[in-house]
């Protein structure tokens, strides 16, 4: 593997890499979105009207001495409802095609900029062995997490890589902007580079 370099990736992609501060929100804007896409707004508690328990009014309204009371299941007493607890909702966020395309430029661009992106040809193996992985990443820094982004899910690079805690794969037609910020390195395969131009082609203007 090598490191790509600016004029490198430059000549690879006809996108044009972002170098000032433009592109910032739409990055942030596009990482809030896939993280709030992820919850799963299940938590909730049960109110009032959905508690255990019958509507049989306690005691009497008068005569006993005691503070008025409708129900058992009153907010206020032990083992009744909650009051504007948590429901169950719908944490999704949509983002148009622009900005995640400006976000996935954003994010490439600033990981070339800090030399975590790295280069290598097609990646074949010939068993699906995390092994005969590791012996094709000779110079990765196995302390290092790290992401492959290859041309499509090819089963033995898949396969060898998935018992490894430290290594992901990720097609370049699927990979997003979040996924290019965990990693210590990026390392793109070859074939992967045309369809990653393909999705920034219209990245917008260099700046």
Not at 17 to 39: C, E, F, K, M, P
Not at 51 to 78: D, N
């Given at each position: 593997?090598?490191?790509?370099?600016?004029?490198?990736?430059?000549?690879?992609?006809?996108?044009p890499?972002?170098?000032?501060?433009?592109?910032?929100?739409a990055?942030?804007?596009?990482?809030?979105?896939?993280?709030?896409?992820?919850?799963?707004?299940?938590?909730?508690?049960?109110?009032?009207?959905?508690?255990?328990?019958?509507?049989?009014?306690?005691?009497?309204?008068?005569?006993?001495?005691?503070?008025?009371?409708?129900?058992?299941?009153?907010?206020?007493?032990?083992?009744?409802?909650?009051?504007?607890?948590?429901?169950?909702?719908?944490?999704?966020?949509?983002l148009?095609?622009?900005?995640?395309?400006?976000?996935?430029?954003?994010?490439?661009?600033?990981?070339?900029?800090?030399?975590?992106?790295?280069?290598?040809?097609?990646?074949?193996?010939?068993?699906?062995?995390?092994?005969?992985?590791?012996?094709?990443?000779?110079?990765?820094?196995?302390?290092?997490?790290?992401?492959?982004?290859?041309?499509?899910?090819?089963?033995?690079?898949?396969?060898?890589?998935?018992?490894?805690?430290?290594?992901?794969?990720?097609s370049?037609?699927?990979?997003?902007?979040?996924?290019?910020?965990?990693?210590?390195?990026?390392?793109?395969e070859?074939?992967?580079?045309?369809?990653?131009?393909?999705?920034?082609?219209?990245?917008?203007?260099?700046?």
């Amino acid at each position: 593997m090598k490191v790509l370099t600016v004029e490198e990736v430059r000549q690879e992609l006809r996108a044009p890499l972002l170098t000032s501060g433009r592109g910032s929100q739409a990055l942030h804007d596009a990482i809030v979105a896939y993280r709030a896409n992820r919850r799963s707004g299940t938590r909730a508690t049960k109110t009032k009207g959905t508690v255990r328990g019958s509507g049989k009014k306690p005691w009497a309204q008068k005569g006993t001495g005691r503070a008025r009371a409708g129900y058992a299941s009153s907010p206020i007493w032990r083992g009744g409802g909650v009051v504007f607890g948590p429901q169950p909702r719908d944490f999704s966020k949509k983002l148009p095609k622009k900005v995640k395309r400006l976000a996935l430029l954003k994010a490439l661009s600033g990981r070339i900029a800090e030399g975590a992106v790295f280069f290598t040809e097609t990646i074949e193996l010939p068993q699906p062995k995390t092994k005969e992985l590791l012996k094709r990443l000779d110079s990765w820094d196995r302390k290092e997490t790290l992401l492959l982004v290859v041309e499509k899910r090819e089963s033995a690079v898949w396969l060898a890589a998935r018992n490894h805690p430290l290594i992901a794969v990720v097609s370049a037609t699927e990979v997003n902007a979040e996924d290019l910020l965990w990693p210590d390195r990026v390392v793109l395969e070859r074939p992967a580079l045309p369809i990653l131009d393909r999705r920034l082609d219209r990245g917008g203007k260099q700046s």
